[in-house]
């Protein structure tokens, strides 16, 4: 079992809508779970991050976290043709790990 | 503020050769990461230096691939010998402390070919 793994897509949108993002994790002592955004050749970025159950917004960002369930998820809200790229959740526990990334599609 | 410099940004090498990636972290940051990343997969962590000490090479290859980070501030990978499949974006990163809710920075990485 991977430590990280995400729906791998890839997801596309339409423009103005709601792309959801989904992520789940195997260590139980992760504590912290970061969301970064990779346009195609380039380095990630951080988008937000995340360390207690429940919502956390910023913008057209919501990320959602239920430790109980080990998941961790992403909704941007309004999708923008701009925000197509590779989507990268990360957890922090004993080490620090990347999943494989989930390719979004926001589509004029 | 100067972000996070990699050198060179791309190199092409034939296998059995060796190679030596150079990061230079934003100014102040006491943590600096490795990873790799290969075509379609998210980064994998080589090794995490907190100053100039190691907190994590659980995952780095140490028959072929070194890192130091000596003064603790700049740092430099290096495989050797390298394998076909080493070809991959190696990525640096620098955080400022390291924390669990610390933020890393990522360089521009450098993109190596082997062939």
């Known amino acids: 079992q991977k430590e990280v793994e995400q729906n791998s897509g890839p997801l596309s949108v339409p423009e103005g809508a709601i792309a959801s993002l989904n992520c789940t994790y195997s260590?139980?002592?992760?504590?912290?779970f970061f969301w970064y955004r990779q346009y195609s050749g380039k380095s990630p970025e951080l988008i937000m991050f995340?360390?207690?159950?429940g919502d956390k917004e910023d913008g057209r960002f919501t990320a959602q976290l239920n430790k109980a369930s080990q998941y961790v998820s992403l909704l941007i809200r309004d999708s923008q043709p701009s925000d197509s790229a590779t989507y990268l959740c990360?957890?922090?526990?004993?080490?620090?790990?990347f999943g494989t990334g989930t390719s979004l599609t926001v589509i004029p | 503020e100067a972000g996070v410099a990699q050198s060179p940004r791309y190199k092409i090498i034939e296998k059995r050769q060796s190679v030596a990636f150079w990061c230079n972290p934003i100014?102040?940051?006491?943590?600096l990461y490795w990873y790799q990343q290969i075509l379609g997969q998210g980064p994998k962590l080589l090794i995490q230096?907190?100053?100039?000490?190691?907190?994590?090479d659980s995952q780095l290859p140490k028959d072929r691939f070194s890192a130091e980070r000596l003064k603790g501030v700049d740092s430099t990978l290096k495989i050797q010998p390298a394998k076909l499949e080493d070809s991959a974006v190696y990525l640096c990163?620098?955080?400022?402390?390291?924390?669990?809710?610390?933020?890393?920075?990522f360089g521009p990485g450098t993109r190596l070919t082997v062939l």
């Open positions: 260590d139980r002592g992760s504590q912290s």
């Open positions: 995340i360390y207690s159950n």
């Open positions: 990360a957890v922090t526990g004993n080490q620090f790990y």
């Open positions: 230096f907190q100053n100039n000490g190691v907190v994590d």
């Open positions: 990163a620098s955080s400022p402390s390291g924390g669990f809710l610390d933020t890393q920075y």
């Open positions: 100014s102040g940051h006491a943590t």
